[in-house]
């Protein structure tokens, strides 16, 4: 019996270790592979014994300006994991060739994906000659095609491969390999797997083929090349260059191959020669073939000799022989019927057109990803080029066209087909019109109010936008062809177009959906505004318009949790709060809440696991800034004597109070804690309702301690009029912006004007002996202008209107500029009681002497006077009788002077 116990109890130890290893190299994996290589390799890799040039990493990537440098995160017996600075790049023009079915030009910077650079070579022979294949237990198998998509190989020794991959998928490879269990389709060993940044175009067979031309095959013009780097890091400019010949590359003039060299499978394939940049007659054949078939089918001829369906590709993908450089998978089975197994697709493309105007293109692209469910759909943008060149249709579920670019003949009767086909299409503004005709008169144009409705009449919304001088003339259109979504002045500037018997379909706009109200567009202050008001609106628009189209949209998966880092601004302050949590965690540093259990590690490779309730607290780890916060600049900007100096930074979880609360009772008041979070995923806002937390808002909640018989401590009500004044002077006391029309409105509100939300306060507060202990809740737009308005697009519209240059404000030192006008406020209540702050506080509010009607538009008329004396709104009834409405529960109904009472 006790042996079994022991059993069971060192069973459930290495499973909690493991899980504890995993869990760490995911979180390293999201953390590192946009900044940086994180790689997998064995000890004694192929490059380790191979001679690199100077400051070169690895033979099949480019050498770095500076220094490499190697950190190591886990040693194993027979593999290791690191991360290796600079990020590593390869020149795909260096002898690489792209895969049959791979979309090599569309390439984009992407955070939820990353390249994957794969070094392998041929397992040993035994002595009949064969391969050795490594037994693995079918179950524990993971296939590399199953969790990546091809995109380039190299031959040579390393034999080379580039797959693009998940980032999460590459932690799945990762972990595969390190546990033995990784397996690639042609029975190579991987040697060693680092993420990587790529330069250049590779090698494309279809551009060889007979009665082919041959092609630059890039983004954009012919010096433009394809990146796929994050931000932070730097990229090479390659010079312009044309691919390197191939001199073992060769294809017969008139290829008349014998049926078993038609024939593609495995059997029927010679005996594989030394490993070559050659390919063998029948690949040629088949290749040739499919050019010809494609040429007779019914797609653009613009595309006959580039298309490869992503749909024909079998379970393996492209195969490559080792020995021989024989593909011989992918197109062996052409028809879908007789393919073995599906392909793990990746998500289908959404393309955006545009013309030469990067901002527009990301605009729309950010558009975009507000709309489309996530994890659903991968957004690039295209040029021209790609347009008419590139193997696009069979895996694009939508195109998005926009812009004044002309849009050819040539290139519209390859939309059409996309189209016939099944396809669906966006366009905005463009001269893409579905064969509708187009009318321009003058009551349509500049900024106009839009009266939209959906397809099935369930749904209408009115909102205001740019709209062009032209409408859609629908006249003698069959009316079973189309369907009028939204109008100007009475005329359709907004249609849904059916296409063909396969589901193809079309919304045609006049209407700048991607563009309310951008930096290009010198608006006044009162135009500025009604376009804001309607953003959120138009987003709603934007959705149902998509799918109208059949995308999915919403929010899809939050993004996963991630662990706190603590943050001190002294040496003294990290020994004070670790000094008095001492006797409070448990013998593994745990420390137990009724809503989240906190566990302090040294580094975050200790403890990777993070719940709702579960959250570990990495206490020595520095936090880079690459993780979406800069905590020194946050330090630098914090010029507070106790509030906000001890801090604790999420960059996802679901609420930012719940980890001072679990702390508030437990440590000194002098610390001043601080938790900030870059993305929260259950943000709460006043009376319960939901507070988004997307990346660019400021979000905090900090810990204040009031005695209960203090100045402030016998109002405590007014101390979230003080925070709420206090994000409003972080702004307005800085030189030059003090003229933004930042307001406050009752009884927790920041707005612009007295129509658009920046952002909120909420305070919740507890009494035990003799002391209140405060938990101030704050989010304010600082740079995100979607769904709503910003601080910086308040600062973007001032400087055209005033011809000024003010600088954009950053989160963190909006945070901590914030933080110091909160602690001045508060020090000046205490001192010098209410009535120097209601002096300041009435220079923003929005209520003195507003008319206002209590708890229904039939209710009795009040005038608003004020804050009284408890912190509670004033009002006063036409007989003189003055009453008090208590914030709590109660709303400030602006738009109908209403306010909504709290049932008591």
Not at 48 to 68: F, M, T, V
Not at 102 to 108: A, F, G, K, N
Not at 336 to 349: A, D, H, I, L, R
Not at 891 to 898: G, P, Q, V
């Amino acid at each position: 019996m006790f042996i079994t116990i022991c059993y069971a109890y060192l069973t459930w130890v290495s499973y909690r270790d493991h899980r504890s290893q995993k869990m760490h190299i995911i979180n390293l994996v999201r953390t590192h592979a946009a900044r940086c290589s994180v790689v997998f390799r064995k000890p004694k890799s192929i490059t380790s014994r191979r001679r690199l040039a100077q400051n070169q990493y690895s033979l099949l990537c480019e050498p770095c300006k500076g220094d490499i440098k190697e950190e190591m995160v886990c040693d194993f017996p027979s593999k290791q994991l690191l991360t290796v600075t600079p990020k590593q790049a390869v020149n795909l023009e260096e002898e690489w060739t792209s895969f049959i079915g791979s979309d090599t030009p569309l390439y984009e910077a992407d955070p939820n994906h990353t390249l994957i650079l794969i070094e392998a070579h041929l397992p040993k022979k035994d002595k009949r000659g064969k391969h050795t294949v490594l037994d693995i237990p079918a179950s524990k198998v993971v296939k590399l095609s199953e969790l990546s998509i091809p995109i380039a190989w190299k031959a040579g020794k390393p034999f080379g491969l580039v797959v693009r991959a998940k980032i999460d998928d590459f932690s799945a490879i990762g972990l595969a390999f390190l546990e033995g269990v990784l397996q690639l389709d042609d029975g190579l060993l991987v040697e060693q797997m680092l993420s990587v940044g790529i330069e250049g175009h590779a090698f494309t067979l279809l551009e060889y083929l007979p009665g082919t031309r041959r092609s630059q095959c890039t983004l954009g013009s012919s010096r433009r090349y394809i990146r796929y780097r994050s931000q932070n890091s730097s990229v090479r400019d390659l010079p312009p260059r044309r691919p390197k010949s191939f001199s073992g590359l060769s294809f017969p003039s008139t290829p008349s191959p014998t049926s078993s060299e038609a024939s593609l499978s495995p059997q029927s394939i010679p005996q594989a020669r030394q490993l070559r940049r050659r390919h063998s007659p029948v690949f040629i054949k088949m290749m040739e073939d499919r050019r010809k078939s494609l040429e007779t089918s019914p797609v653009s001829s613009a595309l006959s000799s580039r298309r490869c369906s992503q749909d024909s590709v079998s379970s393996s993908g492209i195969e490559i022989n080792i020995e021989g450089v024989m593909e011989t998978a992918a197109m062996a089975t052409m028809d879908e019927g007789k393919g073995s197994g599906k392909m793990k697709q990746k998500p289908p493309n959404v393309l955006v057109y545009t013309d030469e105007n990067e901002g527009k293109s990301e605009k729309l692209k950010d558009l975009l990803d507000m709309c489309l469910e996530r994890n659903c759909y991968t957004i690039y943008g295209i040029n021209k080029e790609t347009l008419l060149k590139h193997p696009w249709i069979d895996n694009t579920s939508l195109l998005l066209l926009a812009g004044q670019e002309d849009i050819t003949e040539h290139m519209k009767e390859l939309i059409m087909k996309y189209m016939y086909r099944g396809g669906r299409v966006v366009s905005l503004c463009s001269n893409f019109n579905a064969g509708l005709k187009i009318h321009r008169h003058s009551t349509v144009g500049a900024i106009k109010d839009i009266t939209y409705t959906s397809l099935d009449r369930t749904v209408s919304r009115d909102l205001t936008a740019m709209c062009t001088q032209c409408s859609y003339n629908v006249s003698g259109v069959a009316s079973q062809s189309f369907e009028v979504l939204g109008e100007c002045n009475q005329a359709p500037v907004l249609v849904y177009v059916k296409i063909g018997d396969n589901g193809g379909a079309a919304v045609l706009s006049q209407i700048h959906l991607e563009d309310l109200a951008s930096d290009d567009n010198l608006f006044d202050t009162e135009t500025f505004t009604r376009l804001k008001k309607s953003n959120l609106v138009r987003h709603e628009v934007c959705r149902d318009m998509l799918t109208t189209l059949g995308l999915k949209c919403g929010s899809g998966q939050p993004p996963p949790l991630t662990q706190s880092y603590l943050i001190c601004q002294t040496k003294e302050l990290k020994e004070d709060l670790m000094m008095s949590l001492s006797k409070r965690v448990d013998a593994n540093r745990w420390l137990k809440g009724s809503n989240i259990n906190l566990h302090f590690v040294a580094m975050a490779k200790d403890d990777g696991i993070v719940t709702t309730d579960r959250l570990p607290v990495v206490t020595e780890e520095p936090l880079h800034c690459g993780n979406g916060f800069n905590a020194n600049l946050y330090m630098q900007s914090l010029k507070t004597k106790r509030l906000g100096r001890v801090l604790f930074y999420n960059q996802v979880t679901p609420t930012t109070q719940v980890i001072i609360q679990s702390l508030q009772h437990n440590v000194p008041q002098h610390l001043g804690l601080v938790s900030i979070a870059s993305a929260m995923t259950a943000g709460k806002g006043r009376g319960g309702n939901a507070w988004l937390g997307p990346p660019g808002c400021a979000m905090f909640s900090l810990l204040v301690h009031l005695a209960q018989h203090s100045e402030l401590g016998q109002r405590l009500p007014y101390l979230q009029h003080i925070a709420s004044l206090a994000v409003v002077e972080a702004v307005c006391s800085l030189p030059g912006y003090e003229n933004l029309d930042l307001r406050l409105k009752w009884p927790n509100d920041i707005y612009y004007g007295s129509d658009l939300k920046l952002g909120g306060v909420l305070v919740n507060s507890s009494f035990f002996l003799g002391e209140f202990t405060a938990v101030i809740g704050c989010g304010v737009n600082v740079d995100n202008s979607n769904p709503t308005i910003c601080i910086n697009d308040v600062i973007r519209q001032h400087n055209k209107d005033n011809g000024t240059h003010l600088a954009k404000l950053t989160v963190e030192e909006q945070i901590a500029r914030t933080i110091n006008h909160m602690e001045h406020i508060i020090h000046q209540f205490m001192t010098h009681g209410k009535e120097p702050f209601l002096e300041r506080y009435y220079r923003r509010w929005l209520h003195s002497g507003v008319k206002v009607r209590l708890e229904s538009e039939a209710g009795q008329e009040v005038t608003v006077l004020g804050l009284d004396n408890n912190g509670f709104l004033s009002v006063t009834t036409p007989d003189g009788k003055i009453l008090s409405v208590q914030p709590d529960g109660n709303s400030f109904d602006m738009t109908k002077n209403l306010i909504s009472m709290k049932a008591r």
